[in-house]
T-cell receptor
Framework: AQSVTQLGSHVSVSEGALVLLRCNYSSSVPPYLFWYVQYPNQGLQLLLKYTTGATLVKGINGFEAEFKKSETSFHLTKPSAHMSDAAEYFCAVRSAGGTSYGKLTFGQGTILTVHP | DADVTQTPRNRITKTGKRIMLECSQTKGHDRMYWYRQDPGLGLRLIYYSFDVKDINKGEISDGYSVSRQAQAKFSLSLESAIPNQTALYFC????????????FGEGSWLTVV
């Protein structure tokens, strides 16, 4: 079985401040990890993903995430928040094998608010 | 035009009624999925299909059924809708690569009154 926990259902930052959204996962087999963003009244858009190789992954809109196997984490960061980053962010895990093969399991979501 | 199209985008239906949500994709992907989104719960998998002859239950399939009419079409049915099925429903697709991205439609808001 696989699962994802996002720490903090709401995160609030000031414009220009660091954004840190936390994600921890559990998976019995090597995971593929994803961050999606959902803007109001829209579907989900892929921000970035980790499959294999380099553990620091860069995505769109200045976001990046680092896969840390020892900590079972895949936290999302952005050095400087912009008002347009306000959205809900979802971390997701997809197993490379086992009974969860091919299925994407989502965390509960984190709503990011950016203050002027 | 969107690569993954869901219809209807919004629907209000009455308890006990049958409702179908349709999904079509132009990405040529083999795999299609139906997810449900509820506030604070993220997205949960209802059903998924890895090809036309393959249908699998997800974690919350009770009260739902699906049909994969063609590679590009995957519909979700609520045979007898109930109020706690009020949610935002997403169709999604991916190809068969292990780490490949899952692409989502824009969602269908369903309200059961």
């Amino acid at each position: 079985a696989q699962s994802v926990t996002q720490l903090g259902s709401h995160v609030s930052v000031s414009e220009g401040a660091l954004v840190l959204l936390r994600c921890n996962y559990s998976s019995s087999v090597p995971p593929y990890l994803f961050w999606y963003v959902q803007y109001p009244n829209q579907g989900l858009q892929l921000l970035l993903k980790y499959t294999t190789g380099a553990t620091l992954v860069k995505g769109i809109n200045g976001f990046e995430a680092e896969f840390k196997k020892s900590e079972t984490s895949f936290h999302l960061t952005k050095p400087s928040a912009h008002m347009s980053d306000a959205a809900e962010y979802f971390c997701a895990v997809r197993s490379a094998g086992g009974t969860s093969y091919g299925k994407l399991t989502f965390g509960q979501g984190t709503i990011l608010t950016v203050h002027p | 035009d969107a690569d993954v199209t869901q219809t209807p985008r919004n629907r209000i239906t009455k308890t006990g009624k049958r409702i179908m949500l349709e999904c079509s994709q132009t990405k040529g992907h083999d795999r299609m999925y139906w997810y449900r989104q509820d506030p604070g719960l993220g997205l949960r998998l209802i059903y998924y299909s890895f090809d036309v002859k393959d249908i699998n239950k997800g974690e919350i399939s009770d009260g739902y059924s699906v049909s994969r009419q063609a590679q590009a079409k995957f519909s979700l049915s609520l045979e007898s809708a109930i109020p706690n099925q009020t949610a935002l429903y997403f169709c999604a697709t991916s190809d068969s690569g292990k780490g490949n991205t899952i692409y989502f439609g824009e969602g269908s808001w369903l309200t059961v009154v």
